[in-house]
């Protein structure tokens, strides 16, 4: 092919700045008609002739081994057409390289109450429940580890023979800079305890796939899956299968939020049943077994202290935290990563310390929810910054805004910036919400509080290393000036499919609506690595730009001839390819495509991105470098009636720095989205267990697991801020995730401005409120939160000299008899500051 | 006692046509409409009547199809989001969903499609503390509600006749 390979850096500049035809504006979603005619198929709408269903029987206990399984009765019910256990599938597999520690069904041991031990196919559901009944399993009682602090406290018995010793998966101590320094010529040092509480994605979509086994050795899965991607790798390695012999095809997933971002046990057994019976075999998970597979928000607990000078000006920040993991190790590792690796991209941060450890538990596995990783400490962060700005007698705005990170620099753990919309976000939500005039002044019981936060746009690191592209995509012109655009992105309601209808529909001067997209199938499309840490637009985007203007150039080429043009003189949009400076001149786009298929053959092109290399070069660097970041500040309005602790929140004000609107509907529904996820997890939702009763989840309903209605969801005040980021495709940044980060925190601080009490922990129920208003009234410390941090075993820090100090982003060796580091927390016995009201 | 799965057969209205449909008695509304009528329109998301993904219209109500015995419908009319478009012509609801994107993933968006035309079939007018009223029995987990609230105020005002269009802070926010 004669064009040119272009990447991000080289594309000529005025893609940032150009008027668009069809980028940002708000355009209704191709898939939307078939979603309001109830015509879009998901994974439990998919019916095959001789279909078998699945079930999948779960243990009943957090944390044992598996003395034996008999089978035999369950394998002779009538309608029964095969029984599975864990022998039948000994491989394991992870969504990381490095915690492939899961199985299927479990061979020897159960690690949490809903771990899958053996499955069933028969002729109906309600012959394969029956056939459950009838499975003999003899466990053996194990003591289970409850939460984050007892695994700390209890070594043994140990629930994973692997990690980092006892019952801790993880360990991590990143030193950036001296901080001890840093502390010591700050004029005020602050220490804060924070607790996230654990929450789930409840998508509205029950997980559910369908297995289809054809006599040449070919199996067919779909499923209601974020990243076929991985689904086929962990089917290729369970089943020792060709990955050539395993087509994925993600359905449109109704709703997502991470939680269908794992390779899932039902979707490797209804695989194998299917190859075992030669039948379509079908599972749809039961609500109460979504709350099973889980991988949602990690239980957190944080320790941060922050040294600052009279004018906010941060000089060293450390920061702690102990993740609840529950029983598998998911995405754990790099969640763990996430808690540490953003506290220095918002305000500028010289010195940093971060230690992050996460424990095994005998809960459902937590993973990657919706801000993976970093909502916990972005509410430690934002609460702790609103202290320290009382602290000062600083406005908490005008501290945020005075340290800024700037933009095209560098943090002191050597994550890039690019475009920083931060500060117009701020002053945005300051204004609109009238600050100035509420902060400190409103009555008692009215409160307004103030949060900011960022968030990666795609991570620059693959889960699995390697030099290939994170996001393929390919594109076919049609002589009727139809454009089919194949890429592996998963629609999970997003709008990703939109995002490729739009940039290609922008390039190639055509209706979005011209343009048909297949996407999420690893048989028909190239791979893209799936929906999840907000990198689809940027990724697919790119790739997608790249495909448009190699087709673009083609079609141009010939197009010239025949107008007698140099092809830098054409332009394209309205479905035509016209002269620029005599738009009467040209070719219908249909006829220009003829041109170039008579000439060159099918006119098909394809794009790939791969993130720019990042600079950090140390262990662990791989969590936090994203080709650009989004920006969001929030500000929250709440009533809360002290006789009762009941929080409403009337209102949010949410500005998001998105770089640059692909779709306009699109993006202000993600950041609506965001905003009420975020108020869920600022006021109610839990994922709670009696952890002397078993360790079984306490609520794993719909009903009972609250989540706002429409009678708890706020108004909200969105304000789009475009700070286009050259990496960005026209300069797109994320907007499914950062908008939710803000919230908790903006309700926490304004709780405090409201009644005076520090809830500092999520989510802030009125039991807590209550609590500490009591406390507040008995001359206590007006708080509710947590009081210790538990003493870990820490492994020596790596050093890592932040870029001001020099350095190339390596780890510099360790010095013997250094220092031991900084633990053992403490929290101040007061808390300074408080109003008197 | 004739076996627990022999089919009982009904006559029932669905999206105004008659229709007969054999099924195992002991089977839901929701089942008997996705499983032996085809109509995979309607979705489910707990099966226990907490999350108002099933609903469908029966003699114009908004009931939970989880929670109705397909037998209970023997005469009634039933309406689906098969039953919305007419003539290959979206309903005001659905144009108004689609346009403001109050339809994310998708999922929950015919109940809350079925649940607004009940709504509008009362209420011509409806105000935002009614529309949120009428809709608190259906769950979301997209679109924080807000578009699904300015495609129903959207649609009820076309309805009405009026040539509304949707506001600029709705699709672009707030300046």
Known sequence: ?837 | MPPLDAKAKIALELNGEPVEVAFAPHKTLLEVLREDLGLTGTKHGCELGECGTCAVLVDARPVLSCLVLGLACAGRRVKTVEGMAEGGRLHPLQDAFAELGAAQCGYCTPAFLLAAGALLAENRRPTRDQIKQALAGNLCRCTGYIKIYEAVELAAARMRGEKAQPARETLYGYP
């Open chain 1, 1 to 837: 092919m004669a064009t040119r390979r272009k990447t991000a850096a080289d594309r000529p500049p005025d893609r940032l700045t150009a008027a668009f035809r069809v980028v940002g504006k708000a355009l209704r979603k191709v898939d939307a008609t078939a979603k309001v005619v109830g015509a879009t198929k998901f994974a439990d709408d998919v019916a095959l002739p001789r279909m078998l269903y699945a079930k999948l029987l779960r243990s009943p206990h957090p944390h044992a081994r598996i003395l034996g399984i008999d089978p035999s009765r369950a394998a002779a019910l009538a309608g029964v057409k095969a029984v599975l256990t864990g022998k039948d599938l000994p491989i394991p597999f992870g969504i990381l390289p490095v915690s492939q520690d899961e199985h299927a069904l479990a061979p020897d041991k159960v690690r949490f109450v809903g771990d899958p031990v053996a499955a069933v196919a028969a002729v109906s559901e309600e012959t394969a429940s029956a056939a459950l009944d009838l499975i003999d399993v003899t466990y053996e009682p194990l003591r289970p580890v409850t939460d984050a602090t007892d695994a700390v406290t209890h070594p043994e018995p140990r629930i994973h023979d692997y990690g980092d010793g006892g019952n801790l998966h993880k360990l991590i101590d990143l030193e950036f800079g001296d901080v001890a320094e840093g502390f010591a010529a700050a004029d005020l040092v602050r220490e804060d305890l924070l607790f996230f509480e654990g929450s789930t994605h409840l998508p509205m979509e029950q997980h559910a796939a369908v297995a289809d086994w054809s006599p040449d050795g070919k199996l067919t899965l779909w499923s209601s899956t974020q990243t076929p991607h991985y689904v086929h790798r962990a089917l290729a390695k369970v089943l020792e299968l060709s990955p050539a012999k395993i087509r994925v095809i993600a359905t449109p997933n109704g709703g997502g939020f991470g939680g269908k971002s794992d390779p899932f046990s039902h979707e490797i057994v209804v695989a194998k049943l299917a190859m075992l019976t030669g039948r379509p075999v079908k599972i749809t998970l039961t609500r109460e077994e979504v709350f099973y597979c889980h991988r949602g928000r990690h239980p957190a607990l944080m320790w941060v202290k922050t040294g600052v000078k009279r004018d906010g000006a941060i000089t060293a920040m450390h920061f702690k935290s102990l993740l609840d993991g529950g029983g598998y190790g998911s995405y754990g590792v790099a969640s763990t990563y996430y808690t540490g690796a953003l506290q220095t991209v918002t305000y500028h941060v010289p010195r940093y310390k971060f230690q992050g450890a996460r424990a095994f538990t005998n809960k459902p596995p937590c993973g990657p929810k919706r801000g993976h990783g970093t909502p916990q400490p972005r509410f430690a962060l934002e609460v702790h910054l609103d202290k320290i700005a009382e602290q000062l007698g600083m406005d908490p705005a005008e501290l945020r805004l005075k340290h800024l990170v700037p933009p095209n620099s560098l943090t002191a753990n050597w994550l890039r910036i690019g475009s920083m919309g931060l500060g117009p976000c701020i002053r945005k939500v300051v204004a609109g919400s009238g600050w100035k005039e509420k902060f400190r002044k409103l009555p008692h019981g009215k409160g307004i509080g103030l949060a900011c936060s960022s968030y990666i746009t795609g991570a620059g690191l693959a889960i699995y290393w390697n030099p290939m592209p994170h996001s393929g995509v390919q594109l076919k012109c049609d002589r009727g000036g139809g454009v089919t655009v194949f890429c592996g992105s998963t629609e999970i309601g997003q709008g990703s499919d939109s995002i490729l209808a739009v940039i290609v529909a922008e390039v190639l001067g055509v209706d979005p609506f011209d343009i048909a997209i297949v996407t999420g199938d690893t048989d028909l499309t190239p791979v893209d690595l799936g929906s999840y840490s907000s990198r689809v637009t940027l990724m697919t985007g790119n790739a997608a730009i790249q495909a448009a203007e190699r087709a673009r150039d083609i079609i141009a080429r010939h197009a010239a001839r025949k107008l007698e043009l140099p092809a830098e003189r054409l332009a394209f949009a309205e479905r035509r390819v016209f002269d620029v400076e005599n738009p009467a001149r040209g070719l219908s786009f249909a006829d220009a495509v003829q041109l170039a298929e008579a000439a060159e053959g099918t006119v098909g092109t394809v794009g790939s991105y791969t993130p720019p290399a990042s600079p950090g070069r140390y262990r662990g660097a791989g969590v936090g470098p994203s080709p650009a970041y989004s920006y969001s500040a929030c500000v929250a309005e709440v009533d809360v009636d002290p006789a009762t602790g009941i929080v409403r929140v009337p209102r949010i004000f949410i500005a998001h720095d998105v770089g640059r609107s692909i779709n306009a509907a699109t993006v202000m529904g993600q950041i609506e989205g965001s905003v009420y996820m975020g108020l869920g997890e600022a006021l109610m939702e839990e994922m709670a267990y009696r952890g002397n009763r078993n360790v079984v989840h306490k609520i794993p309903s719909l009903l009972e697991y609250k989540s706002p209605t429409t009678l708890e969801m706020c108004d909200v005040v969105t304000y789009v801020v475009e700070d286009p980021d050259p990496n960005g495709p026209f300069g797109a940044k994320e907007c499914g995730q950062g908008p939710l980060l803000p919230v908790p925190p903006a309700v926490a601080n304004a709780v405090y401005d409201a009644v005076g009490v520090r809830i500092d922990v999520v989510p802030i129920t009125p039991e807590k409120v209550f609590k500490a208003l009591r406390r507040k009234a008995k001359g206590e410390e007006p708080r509710f939160g947590p009081t210790a941090f538990p003493d870990i075993p820490w492994p020596d820090p790596t050093r890592v000299p932040p870029p001001w100090e020099g350095g190339d982003g390596k780890a510099v060796p360790l010095t013997p008899g250094a220092s031991p580091g900084l633990d053992g927390a403490r929290i101040p016995g007061h808390a300074p500051g408080v109003r008197d009201r």
